[in-house]
């Protein structure tokens, strides 16, 4: 073979460079992640290595201390924070949404909901369709935020798979959903009235939050499992600042706010409400 045709292969993520990629997403998202993690973190970052023709995973790590890429910072952090959800997760919240929706239906104000990690969009709109069914002429507004930028590029799309739709109920699916032909075959699209109701932003929920307003319900289920018991109780606290005297708070069936936030009392499962 000719000079200048080898290829350097990438050496192996080490257990020290994993301990810095463990602190790393720990700063910047308050994520705590497991030694077990080390192939993600491999398979994941090592594209990145590569992009910028690196020989080994410090190399990387020390682009990223650098500051001099903010945005490798946020791809880094995109690529590392695992994110898995589909419509309608969880059923019986979005019941209870329902119910309160219903109950809320004559009102002036907007009737506010923050996903406030709403991944690829999926809770976000599910919270959307269920307002729209039930709200009649009453105004509401759906959030949808998230620290990966690259989830909430998809969000924004609001283009799934078919597969991704199957929890949805089939009149939901008739109303809010259009379905794919041709280049776009096997897919969904959320309709174009439904998807200019929710908008994305992207927010780091382990830093202070931007102005955003109060909330009559907040869903915050499913990533408390990746915090530390102290990431817990801050992150907590900041969202639940934003949720109105009276409204709710929703986290996934597997997460508990005991010893973690008492400003909310629980009263049905992994359902809370913001007294007063």
Known sequence: MA??????????????????????????????????KKALVMGRLGKRVTHFH???????????????????????VDLLTTNETYFFREIKHFDFLRQQAMAERNRVEPFRVWSAASSSGEEAYSIAMVLADCMESTPWEVLGTDISTRVLEGAAQA?????????????????????????????????????KRVNFRHINLNAP???????????????????????????????????????????????????????????????YRRPG
């Open 3 to 36: 000079a200048g045709h080898f290829i350097e292969f990438m050496r192996p993520l080490t257990d020290k460079e994993l301990a810095q990629f463990q602190r790393f997403i720990f700063e910047e998202a308050g994520i705590t992640m497991s030694a077990e």
């Open 54 to 76: 690196l020989q080994n995973f410090s190399q990387y790590f020390q682009l990223l201390s650098s500051g001099e890429h903010p945005e490798e910072v946020q791809m880094a």
């Open 159 to 195: 283009l799934y798979s078919m597969e991704r739709g199957r929890h949805i109920p089939p009149a939901y699916l008739r109303r809010f959903c259009l379905k794919g032909s041709g280049a776009h075959e096997g897919k969904l699209l959320i309709e174009r009235n439904l998807r």
């Open 209 to 271: 939050l931007p102005t955003i307003g109060q909330f009559d319900v907040i869903f915050l289920r499913n990533v408390m499992i990746y915090f530390s018991d102290d990431t817990k109780r801050e992150v907590v606290g900041r969202v639940v600042s934003a949720l109105k005297k009276g409204g709710h708070f929703f986290i996934g069936h597997s997460e508990s706010l005991n010893n973690i936030n008492d400003s909310v009392q629980l009263v049905s499962s992994a359902i």
